[in-house]
């Protein structure tokens, strides 16, 4: 697609249950990244991939947290057990490996996780 | 460790030049950021400066990188109520190839 898609734009769930949300990145864009925004805040690294593999999820708050890239395209982020300080806007963003690097992030819309 | 800083608010009225400020901690980053962020959107990349450069000049925007001190500036001359927005900071963190944000300036432009 033209620019990065997010889905979806909005989820409400309840403490406790699991949840997917996906990125479909930039075509040709080789590196994915996964942010989490809370309001008022900056966007806060959670995972990095390049290709299908993860290259730094250093930012993945705990094990309740993991990611996903198997063809090396669309992502998915997926949260167990929600709790309600996981409510925040899941930022996905793509960047193009080779080339004249400049290292430009391009963002989704996000997603905005709300846990009642 | 990893972290970028700056001021949370500037307001300005219509006209002025805005400047915002930020500070961040890895010397060997390789490029610095500005994203702009408008309601309802996502980040956008507003300019760039590569770290061997003291600035950088993109119509109304400049850019000023002191890496002595580790401090990055962006002024817009003329400021419009279109440019009310959150600014981030970025920079690449070359422990790897993740870019690290600050909290965002949220910029008011009073007409």
């Known amino acids: 697609g033209a620019g990065v898609s997010q889905t979806p734009s909005n989820k409400v769930t309840e403490k406790g249950k699991y949840v997917e949300l996906r990125c479909d990145p930039i075509s040709g864009h080789t590196a994915l990244y996964w942010y989490r925004q809370s309001l008022g805040q900056g966007p806060e690294f959670l995972i990095y991939?390049?290709?299908?593999?993860?290259?730094?999820d250093s930012g993945l708050p705990n094990d309740r947290f993991f990611a996903v890239r198997p063809e090396g395209s669309v992502s998915t982020l997926k949260i167990q057990r929600t709790e309600r300080g996981d409510s925040a806007v899941y930022l996905c963003?793509?960047?193009?490996?080779?080339?004249?690097?400049?290292?430009?992030?391009?963002f989704g819309e996000g997603s905005r996780l709300t846990v009642l | 460790g990893e972290d970028v800083e700056q001021s949370l608010f500037l307001s300005v009225r219509e006209g002025d030049s805005s400047v915002i400020n930020c500070t961040y901690t890895?010397?060997?980053?390789?490029?610095l950021y500005w994203y702009k962020q408008e309601p309802g959107a996502g980040l956008q990349l507003l300019t760039y400066?590569?770290?061997?450069?003291d600035m950088k000049q993109d119509q109304r925007l400049t850019v000023l990188l002191n890496k002595k001190d580790k401090h990055l500036s962006l002024r817009i001359a003329d400021t419009q109520t279109g440019d009310s927005a959150i600014y981030f900071c970025a920079e690449i963190y070359t422990g790897g190839f993740k870019t690290i944000f600050g909290a965002g300036t949220r910029l008011f432009v009073k007409a």
């Open positions: 991939f390049q290709g299908t593999g993860a290259a730094d």
């Open positions: 963003a793509s960047r193009i490996r080779s080339g004249s690097y400049t290292g430009e992030l391009f």
């Open positions: 890895d010397s060997s980053s390789t490029y």
């Open positions: 400066i590569f770290s061997n450069m």
